[in-house]
T-cell receptor
Framework: KAGVTQTPRYLIKTRGQQVTLSCSPI?????VSWYQQTPGQGLQFLFE???????NKGNFPGRFSGRQFSNSRSEMNVSTLELGDSALYLC?????????????FGEGSRLTVL | GNSVTQMEGPVTLSEEAFLTINCTYT??????LFWYVQYPGEGLQLLLK?????DKGSNKGFEATYRKETTSFHLEKGSVQVSDSAVYFC???????????FGEGTQLTVNP
């Protein structure tokens, strides 16, 4: 069974640009969450999608957005990039019974903003 | 709001040493508690979990007990191996939703 797949794995952007990251969850998983990981702030929750609906959002500015498609694949977008957006962005999927609490993480997309 | 506090790292041990990584939490209600591990260059993997007070989670020789009276979920292993070198994250999940709140992470290095 394939794991969570994130693309691209690495990317470099400059300030002011925008970026789109993609996440394909494990087959059968309908919930997708995104986290930002930085050395200073650790792992911070961005948002969660279930059946194409955002059902939870973290404390990030509106420049950070996401969506989920009917096949459960998800994308997140960051507009007007800032240096502080440099981070590892992790996607995680979970089983339909979301109360198990177990998240399955991808390897992440490492974004560098110059 | 919810929060998780882990002992500061990094932690460096010799092979076969005893490991403890402290984790305490603040939460409303009755959260579930988790330890995740991140090996170099990889995403996070669930190591163990406990869903109610006094539950003990265990996996790969690691153990942690959900202590509601001390709001703690300390990770222990009796004899660490070089392959245990990784970053360990304590996390909690509220009773509703899938959102996890993570601690800062503790870097563990085990030397042969």
């Amino acid at each position: 069974k394939a794991g969570v797949t994130q693309t691209p794995r690495y990317l470099i952007k400059t300030r002011g640009q925008q970026v789109t990251l993609s996440c394909s969850p494990i087959s059968g998983h309908r919930s997708v969450s995104w986290y930002q990981q930085t050395p200073g702030q650790g792992l911070q929750f961005l948002f969660e999608y279930f059946s194409e609906t955002q059902r939870n959002k973290g404390n990030f500015p509106g420049r950070f957005s996401g969506r989920q498609f009917s096949n459960s694949r998800s994308e997140m977008n960051v507009s007007t990039l800032e240096l502080g957006d440099s981070a590892l962005y992790l996607c995680a999927s979970s089983l339909p019974n979301r109360d198990t609490g177990e998240l399955f993480f991808g390897e992440g997309s490492r974004l560098t903003v110059l | 709001g919810n929060s998780v506090t882990q002992m500061e790292g990094p932690v460096t041990l010799s092979e076969e040493a005893f490991l403890t990584i402290n984790c305490t939490y603040t939460a409303t209600g009755y959260p579930s508690l988790f330890w995740y591990v991140q090996y170099p260059g990889e995403g996070l993997q669930l190591l163990l979990k406990a869903t109610k007070a006094d539950d003990k989670g265990s996996n790969k020789g690691f153990e942690a007990t959900y202590r509601k009276e001390t709001t703690s979920f300390h990770l222990e292993k009796g004899s660490v191996q070089v392959s245990d070198s990784a970053v360990y994250f304590c996390a909690l999940k509220e009773t509703s939703g899938s959102r996890l709140t993570f601690g800062e992470g503790t870097q563990l290095t085990v030397n042969p």
